[in-house]
């Protein structure tokens, strides 16, 4: 059996090109303990809008894609480009984005 190939970084580092297709890259200056929690955010966004889907409930299905959202924006992964900001404007968006998503009732 045969390993998948890693994401490959473009040469400005700005994207990761994943089975052909090309993804905004993480913001290489979320620091590792911020990136680790907003990715189990993030996972757990993803399992909750899977779990919506099976029980076909809509506004579950609606508030865990806001979840993943505010998680992928928290890592720069959308919204305004992180290479179009400034360092202040970096740290805010993963600090709200952490802040939101640790709220009540969204532990990863």
Do not use: F, N, S, Y
């Amino acid at each position: 059996m045969t390993a998948k190939p890693g994401p490959v970084p473009t040469p400005d580092g700005h994207h990761v090109l994943i089975g052909g297709r090309r993804w905004r890259a993480t913001d290489p200056a979320v620091p590792d303990d911020a990136g680790a929690r907003l990715r189990a955010h993030l996972m757990a966004a993803r399992r909750a809008v899977a779990a919506a889907r099976r029980a076909e409930d809509p506004r579950a299905e609606r508030a865990a894609r806001d979840r993943v959202h505010t998680a992928k924006t928290a890592l720069g992964e959308r919204g305004v480009p992180w290479w179009e900001q400034g360092a202040d404007e970096r740290r805010a968006r993963w600090t709200d984005g952490l802040a939101a998503l640790d709220g009540p009732g969204h532990r990863p």
